[in-house]
């Protein structure tokens, strides 16, 4: 069975500044996708970003980044010029086209909070 | 486009009693799955609807249920609700099994008392 981890429960960074949270994953399959969702205080979960492990080039959305290791099975997210509106549960999960169903297997998430 | 809608927001029941939850789908979207999200965890994949039939059940006993409806809107039915039970639960919707992104509603927060 496919596993997420993510190993920070909680994070915090100053406004305007980086941080990076890590996510390490466990699976046989070599066709997968990989999303970083965002689970502010509100809970509606939101999409950050999407990455298909067939793509070599990480993906890229305004100021969220991914360092996706495909041997490492490791898929990171980085969060460049933090902003307020950042702070959130952010979840890690793992999809794959086997067993038919489109589940996806979330990782226990990490707290990120942003300092003024 | 309208997003993806849940009801009731909250919701208080007593251990025994049944419960149904209902979402409503993104517009353009005919796949719902639906998760449950326990406090300080992430969310875990109850089962989804394709076209109105069942396409997956995660590890949950079968007294959790679900419907889908020509209208790609979604029912999930617990009944005999346990304490264990109370949790928020999620809806969320994807256009048809292409491997697209599960765009989430807002969620049911179910108490169990």
């Known amino acids: 069975a496919q596993t997420v981890t993510q190993s920070q429960p909680e994070m915090s960074v100053q406004e305007a500044e980086t941080v990076t949270l890590s996510c390490t994953y466990d699976?046989?399959?070599?066709?997968?996708?990989l999303f970083w969702y965002k689970q502010p205080p509100s809970r509606q979960m939101i999409l950050v970003i999407r990455?298909?492990?067939?793509?070599?080039q990480n993906a890229t959305e305004n100021r969220f980044s991914v360092n996706f290791q495909k041997a490492a099975k490791s898929f990171s997210l980085k969060i460049s010029d933090s902003q307020l509106g950042d702070t959130a549960m952010y979840f890690c999960?793992?999809?794959?086209?086997?067993?038919?169903?489109?589940?996806?297997?979330f990782g226990k998430g990490t707290k990120l909070t942003v300092n003024p | 486009e309208t997003g993806v809608t849940q009801s009731p927001t909250h919701l208080i029941k007593t251990r025994g009693q049944q419960v149904t939850l209902r979402c409503s789908s993104q517009?353009?979207?005919?796949?719902v799955s639906w998760y449950q999200q326990a406090l300080g965890q992430g969310p875990q994949f109850i089962f989804q609807?394709?076209?109105?039939?069942?396409?997956g059940r995660g590890n949950f006993p079968p007294r959790f249920s679900g419907l889908q409806f020509p209208n790609y809107s979604s029912e999930l039915n617990v009944n005999a609700l346990e304490l264990d039970d109370s949790a928020l639960y999620l809806c969320?919707?994807?256009?048809?099994?292409?491997?697209?992104?599960?765009?989430f509603g807002p969620g049911t927060r179910l108490l169990v008392l």
């Open positions: 969320a919707s994807s256009r048809d099994l292409l491997w697209e992104t599960q765009y």
């Open positions: 699976t046989s399959e070599s066709n997968y996708y």
């Open positions: 990455q298909e492990a067939y793509k070599q």
């Open positions: 999960a793992f999809m794959s086209p086997q067993g038919g169903s489109e589940k996806l297997v």
């Open positions: 517009s353009g979207h005919n796949t």
């Open positions: 609807y394709y076209r109105e039939e069942e396409n």
